[in-house]
């Protein structure tokens, strides 16, 4: 069952972004367009640690060029979760929201870091909060508040999955949402209990490495069926994305499930996918990027430049049609 907002989608700029020729071949080619920014960024840090005067373009110029394009797409998708999402789509709402607040973060945090503006320096540090929290590093109070937090916000993330299933159906986005909303619930307990009772917060936690290993399962058989239909479709970059996906769900969730249920072998067989992942696929990329990183960008212009024409012709196909 697809969802469908009763009241018209208003353009926002977001919208706008989405909708133009170069974001709807984005959408459309996720696995183009990932890779074509994973070899830009290794091959741009490559040409940065080699050279003192690309080193001070990329702080004070290329760094916070991206931040502030991270934190304007953030508070776009932010405002349109709030305009076109919240009252028709909760669950969508939420996610745009989460995704656009940790972009917009992220962004103001390379902003402050490159010209040393210290509180956007400080974005990210309801992030740090959290990994210390999870860690047992806070004061009582702190792993009380944060633990109670969590709690809470894992909650209200459950509750919104279960009642969109409801209201759309449950598929792979409200399945692996309620499994977060459950893992993240154990998990805010197994944080306020760390000082309180050690023993039971650890049964927490295993019950959240338990549920998120089992999302992580779910996700890759989902994730696999698409690949398989990409197959028969004869689309490459649908087969080979959402088998890249399975693969790494797959492996994370085997790992997970064996940490959770003392099984050994289930733990090392995720563990030698992710190896067999790192050594056969991103390890020589990442090399070749580094090492090359000249043809790397040329490379990635050359093939911006196919994506920007491809987009181009996209857009004249459509209005043709």
């Given amino acids: 069952m697809v969802s469908v907002n009763k009241h018209p989608v208003k353009q926002t700029p977001y919208q706008q972004l989405r909708n133009s020729a170069v974001g709807q071949f984005a959408r459309d080619h996720k696995l183009v367009t ?31 060029g991206v931040g502030m394009a991270l934190g304007a797409v953030g508070g776009m998708m932010v405002h349109d979760a709030i305009v076109n999402d919240r009252k028709d789509q909760k669950l ?34 309801p992030v ?33 999955a279960i009642k969109d299933g409801r209201k759309n159906g449950f598929g792979e986005k409200q399945l692996v949402s309620m499994a977060t909303g459950a893992a993240g619930g154990f998990l805010g307990a197994s944080i306020y209990g760390k000082e309180i009772n050690p ?47 399975s693969l790494v769900a797959g492996g994370g969730g085997a790992v997970l499930l064996g940490n959770a249920l003392g099984l050994p072998v289930l733990t090392r067989t995720g563990e030698k996918l992710f190896h067999a992942i790192d050594m056969k696929v991103i390890t020589p990329a990442f090399n070749y990027c580094v090492t090359n990183p000249i043809a790397t960008l040329g490379g990635v212009a050359a093939g911006m430049a196919a994506i920007g024409t491809a987009a181009y012709l996209y857009s004249r196909r459509d209005k043709k049609d």
């Fill in 92 to 125: 969508r709402a939420t996610g745009k929201a989460a995704a656009g607040t940790l972009m917009a973060m992220t962004g103001a945090s390379l902003v402050g870091n490159s010209y040393g503006i210290p509180v956007l320096k400080d974005a990210l540090k």
């Fill in 199 to 245: 023993k039971l917060a650890a049964h927490y936690e295993r019950g959240a490495t338990l549920i998120a290993g089992a999302g992580l399962g779910a996700l890759a058989v989902t994730r696999g069926k698409a690949a398989f239909d990409g197959l028969r479709e004869n689309s490459m970059t649908k087969t080979v994305g959402n088998s890249a996906i």
């Fill in 34 to 64: 990932g890779v074509a920014a994973a070899a830009t960024t290794a091959a741009v840090a490559s040409i940065t640690e080699l050279s003192r005067e690309f080193d001070k373009v990329t702080e004070r110029a290329l760094l916070p």
């Fill in 128 to 160: 740090k909060i959290l990994g210390d929290a999870v860690r047992g590093n806070l004061s009582n109070r702190g792993q009380t508040g944060v633990g109670l937090g969590v709690m809470v916000a894992s909650i209200g993330l459950l509750d919104i």
